[in-house]
């Protein structure tokens, strides 16, 4: 994912992070049913939430950063992981 990107190995943890965090949102060969998240919580997850791992996003800067009031309001990002 990342030497696809272009981005530094700097960013491997997060790209490990990521795949666990996907893996567990996916059913094992023990139960196809259930995936492991819903077993460990008991209950059926969302994954409306979930992104390709390279999506562009667009962040608002806020007004008390603004360089210039011509400036821009938001940052141009790509998403590399779900954890902060």
Known sequence: ????LGLS???WPKAIHTAVYL???VSSKQNLNVVPVEAWYRMKQDVSHLHAFEV???AHI????H????GPCVT???LIG???
């Open 76 to 78: 141009h990002l790509v």
């Open 62 to 65: 806020f007004q008390d950063l």
């Open 82 to 84: 779900y954890f902060s």
């Open 56 to 58: 562009t996003a667009y």
């Open 9 to 11: 190995t700097q960013y």
């Open 23 to 25: 893996r567990n949102l």
């Open 67 to 70: 360089t210039s009031k011509l």
């Open 1 to 4: 994912m990342l030497i696809d």
